[in-house]
């Protein structure tokens, strides 16, 4: 069992900068990689990155490729999301997932994914 809890979401203007945080309980958190997804008012979850279990791998969007960079710490069962040059196209709850796949373009489904978080806001005001 994987507990998954985001945090670091908020109110910004568009042009700013946010990091979300994943925080994970267990000491098997280096076995599934991660990702984060994204869901706007009367849309469906979409996926935003994915990395790897070690950190070596990982995919992006095409909407935030260039300005959004996933990283992990394994030691502090961290998974963090840089949003830079935020739009506000990227408001959204985002969700964080941990996922025991090992293959990267599977981890942009959102059914490929064990455990999920609660989710924290994102809203960038234009």
């Known amino acids: 069992q994987v507990q998954l809890v985001e945090s670091g979401g908020g109110l910004v203007q568009a042009g700013d900068s946010l990091r979300l945080s994943c925080a994970a309980s267990g000491r098997t958190f280096v076995s599934y990689a991660m990702g984060w997804f994204r869901q706007a008012p009367g849309k469906e979850r979409e996926f935003v990155t994915a990395i790897s279990w070690s950190g070596g791998s990982t995919s992006y969007a095409d909407s935030v490729k260039g300005r959004f960079t996933v990283s992990r710490d394994n030691a502090k069962n961290t998974v963090y999301l840089q949003m830079n040059s935020l739009k506000p196209e990227d408001t959204a709850v985002y969700y964080c997932?941990?996922?025991?796949?090992?293959?990267?373009?599977?981890?942009?489904?959102?059914?490929?994914?064990?455990?999920w978080g609660q989710g924290t806001q994102v809203t960038v005001s234009s």
């Open positions: 997932g941990a996922s025991k796949i090992a293959t990267m373009i599977l981890l942009s489904r959102w059914n490929t994914y064990d455990y």
